[in-house]
């Protein structure tokens, strides 16, 4: 299948070469059709699967044909950063056909606000916004949302994670009933098939490989204790031979640590996380981008909707917090079909969650002997009960951390 297969306008399909997309990926096989027929449509897909794009593409097609005044689609997501980077997307792929998008996100100051409103009062085709922000926009009455055909909810699962339920509630309640509406999801918990049964109208649904990393992710674990965690990061990261870095931590306390230690050791990093204004992690990832910084550590926050090309390694330096954000955290490199490297390190606590990735993905994550200046690491042991720091919970899994 091509992208030709679609009968795209002209100037969409020129946006999409722009883009350098040579063919669709899977999800964009199979959504694209369904959502060009006027379906509702559930998708259960990750990110790094092109899911953005089949979403968006459709949309700019329907929008094309209609008249420019209204605001024609609403596109709900979790984090400001996955609501610019789906703006970056609508601006690469309506370059030529000439569509008008605003990204509506909280955070930064009174005139970016101000900004935010003007241009929504003065009629865009698309807005992507975050669910706060758009409810304090709704308040104050100035956008319009009576003439939205389209709904699209990005990253469901992480919306509602947050704790965004009763905003997107109050927020679909100002949209026509009569509108077409898709769910894209990582997962599929039974709190996103109810918020499914009660906004969408028979849809169809898609199933991408769930929760598959892609295939050209070199994946990798050092059994590895606290103690030897920093020679073992500051070997590899000092070896050459990666250029751009993402390092995840779970816990903003641990990611500003671990910043101030490889600063100390001469590596050129910075920390990503919730207490940096918003220009400032703006800065950051332009910076990243643009190979300025070759060194990133961020929260679970970082994982999703990071879209940079040409990372060439990942280090989990404690397995993440819930297995799904495994394959967010790695699924930032090999983004569509290159190759990178994902490297875990896994402490004797963290031994069962990561048998537990392991389950998930269905394969065992090669082993990598420590370097012989470290001393042996621990013994594999998942099923050794040990004393958990998160045992006063019933789950297997800690809350999430505060990103
Ligand atoms: P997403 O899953 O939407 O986050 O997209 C992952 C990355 O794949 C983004 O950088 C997209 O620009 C890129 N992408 C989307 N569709 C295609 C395609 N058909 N061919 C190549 N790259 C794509």
Redesign the pocket.
Known sequence: MT?KDFNFDAQLFEG?QS???????P??EQAIPIILDNKDLIAC??????????YLLPLLQQISKTDKVFTKALVLAPTRELAQ??DQ?VE?LAYFAGISSIAVYGGGDGMIYEQQRRAMADGVDIIIATPGRLIAHLSSGVIKLEHVQYLVLDEADRMLDMGFYDDLIRIINFLPANRQTLLFSATMPSKIRKLANTILKNPEQINIALSQPAIGILQQVYMTFDHQKIKLITGLLKSGDFKSVLIFASRKETVKELNKTLRREGVNAEAFHSDLEQEQRETLLRQFKSRQLPVIIGTDVLSR?I?V?GISLIINFDVPPDPEDYIHRI?RTA???TTGTAITFVNERDQKKFSFIESLIGREIERIPLPAELGEGPVYQPELKRKSPFKKRKQPWPKKASA
Do not use: N
């Open positions: 992208f999409v883009m350098g997309y040579l063919k669709p990926t999800i964009q897909a990750q990110t790094g699967t092109g899911k953005t794009a089949s980077q789906i997307q690469g909707g879209d090309e699924g983004r569509a079909e």
